[in-house]
Structure formats: C-alpha cells, structure tokens
C-alpha cells in the first residue's frame, strides 16, 4: 500500500540513537486483550493511544493452515512473492510481500471477516453496516535476511485529523496477525502511541514529551495488532536471524457519519478515500449474491471499476500494477 516515509536518522541529535525513530524503546509490553471478553475495553483502549493489541485471534488449525498457504505458494508462485532476482518496487526492503492472494485463492475468504477480530474492527468503524475491505496481504522477513530498512512512518490518512471532533471513527484500520511466534530476536511490529493527530515522529516526540515512547509489540502466533492508520509504526528491526511472517489486511470506513453535536443533524465526514489505486477485488466477492458481502467489498477504487467494466476479463488484470501475479 502507499504510505508517506519520512527520513528519521538522529532526529535526536544523539548519533547513538538508533535511526529507527528516537531510540526511547518501551520495556513495558503492550497489553492484551481478548477479543471477545473484553471488546469495551479493547475498544477503549484503541480510541485512547491509536491501536490495540488482541490476544488468541487464530487457532492452531488458522496458524497451521495460513502458514502452509504461504509455504505452498513461495514454491508454485515464487514471483508474486519477490522471490528472485527481479525485485518488484514493492518487495525492496519490505521482506516478502504477496499482494493480491485473494484473486486467485477463494479458501482465504473465510479469514476477511475473521469473527475474532472483525467485530472489533466494525466496532471501532462505527457498526458493520461502516466496515470496508481495502486490502490483504502476507508479509515476512526471511530467516536470516540481515537487518531492515523501515523507518517510523504512518500509512494513508486525511487532515482533517488534526481538529475534528469527535476524532473517531477513524478513517482506516489495519489487522496484523502473527502467524509465528514475535519473540525478542525476531522483527516486531512497533508503535508510538498517541500519535495520530501528529504531522510529523517529531512533532509527536515534542507534543508527548515524556509520554513518548516507541512500543514494540511481542506475542504469539495468533496475535493481532489493530492499529489506526495515522498513528506512526514501523517494522523494528530484529536481530537479522530470526523470520516473522504476517497476514495483514486493511479496512476503510464507508457511509457517511453525521455530526454528533446536538445544533445539527447533517453529515460532517464522508466515507474514507480508497486506500491504493492498485488492488482489485476478485469477482465472487466484488458481485457477491451476499449483499452483506457485497457492501463489504464496495470500495471500489478506479483500477477496480475498469476491470468490472470489462466483464473482470483477465488481460484487462494483467494489464494493471501488481495484477500479474
């Protein structure tokens, strides 16, 4: 997906500092909370610092067979994942990254409304009928592919975060789920919490002052990550050995919202932007009998509506930015 990278070496002016942001590493580790159980309080926890981490959102059968997805088609579709000689634009310094896994594999369906994490996720966009799907996609950093390259950035987002009120729902999500265990050594996905309505990692290193803190986010297979699109993050580097694999996916908030004030009953935010003007959504989800799933998979960017046009013919995909896969 497209996101703003901004050059973060020795912004504290300390050349000991790591160049991934600050250096001002939390101890602390994130706090878990299940899915289920605890939905008020994940909720709550989002809406205060930005993201939330849940515990135990796939099974050992989701683990096993996601991971044997991505084991399965390194070997039969090795270009679509970067691997080779040939590095796509989107495969540097990003590790592996398999774009478009859902045009060709209906058996990942199933996990695009993942009943752990997907009611948290409509929750925080307002209730289902304002849950979109934007994007899915498998990342991992090899075994023993050295250290990364990933700066603290944040990924799409709309101005008029800085000042409206109420700030939520927020414009996109993203669900990482680990499908290995992030333990110390391995590449782990890092936060900076309360940081959206920063236009810059410095401004929210000024502004947080001393409640500034870089948080790494460790935890099992099966954990997830929901983090609001604006909040800074980046990939912290490990210790160059271990691998980390993921399966990420993005959703934008459709439907317009009106305002909550009580002088007004008009809408204030309309639905977010389209997230890329690259990813496609497969037929059978698109023009789904389903209207439940229908709407779901509406956002439609441009790249999409030409394809539909076109009767989804497949050269018109093989034509389009990561359609050949």
Known sequence: MKVTLQ?????????????????????EPAPMFDPVREIDAACAFFDAHGYVVLSDCLDAGEIAHLNGFCDRTQAERPLAWGLGDKRKPHHRNQGLIYSQPLLDYP????YTRHPRSYPVVCRLLGGEQHARFSEFNFRETPEGAGPGAMNFHHDAVVADRFNRTPYGPPDWLCAIHYLTDVEPGAPCFCVVPDSKRQPSLKAAHDALGNRYAEVPIRGPAGTCVLYDTATYHTRLDGDGE????TWHQYYARGGWLRSALPETSRYVRPPS??????NLFPERLA???DPK?????S?????????????????????????EQ
């Open 107 to 110: 058996e990942l369906d199933r």
């Open 287 to 289: 023009m789904s009998a």
């Open 242 to 245: 271990k691998m980390r694999r």
């Open 293 to 297: 799933t229908r709407l779901f998979f």
């Open 7 to 27: 050059k973060q070496e020795n912004l504290s002016g300390d050349p000991s500092v790591a160049t991934q942001g600050f250096g001002r590493v939390s101890h």
């Open 299 to 323: 956002h439609w960017n441009t790249a999409q509506g030409e394809w539909a046009a076109s009767g989804f013919d497949p050269d018109v995909r093989k034509a389009m930015p990561r359609g």
């Open 273 to 278: 932007p389209v997230l890329t003007d690259w």
